[in-house]
């Protein structure tokens, strides 16, 4: 089955930088999307980047575009962001979906999470 596993959250402060992973498993070919997603407490989960595996086209919601960046190894999905800010706070998930952007509705499969807090 289709599985996803992030890594890489922690405690920074503002202005660091952090490199999230998520190693993905048991997808049936390449025309998926992966997409990162963060959740603050008290409010919606909102798509952050996304990547199409067949071709690795990205894109990047503009409150982070310009500071987070995207890459991949085989099948491990990398998020480096950069110049964290307090509003970077969140519980990132990564997931799965046959559709490139970064609604959260249309991504199938879901990693369980890693925590980001951007404090002083």
């Known amino acids: 089955q289709v599985q996803l596993v992030e890594s890489g959250g922690g405690l920074v402060q503002p202005g660091d930088s952090l490199t999230l992973s998520c190693l993905v498993s048991g997808l049936d070919s390449e025309d998926y999307s992966i997409g990162w997603f963060r959740q603050a407490p008290g409010k919606e989960r909102e798509g952050v980047s996304c990547i199409y595996l067949n071709g690795d086209t990205k894109y990047f919601d503009p409150s982070v575009r310009g500071r987070f960046t995207m890459s991949r190894a085989k099948n491990t999905m990398y998020l480096q962001l950069n110049a964290l800010k307090a509003e970077d706070s969140g519980v990132y998930y990564c997931?799965?979906?046959?559709?490139?952007?970064?609604?959260?509705?249309?991504?199938?499969?879901w990693g369980q999470g890693t925590q980001v807090t951007v404090s002083t």
């Open positions: 997931a799965a979906g046959r559709r490139w952007n970064i609604i959260p509705r249309n991504y199938d499969y």
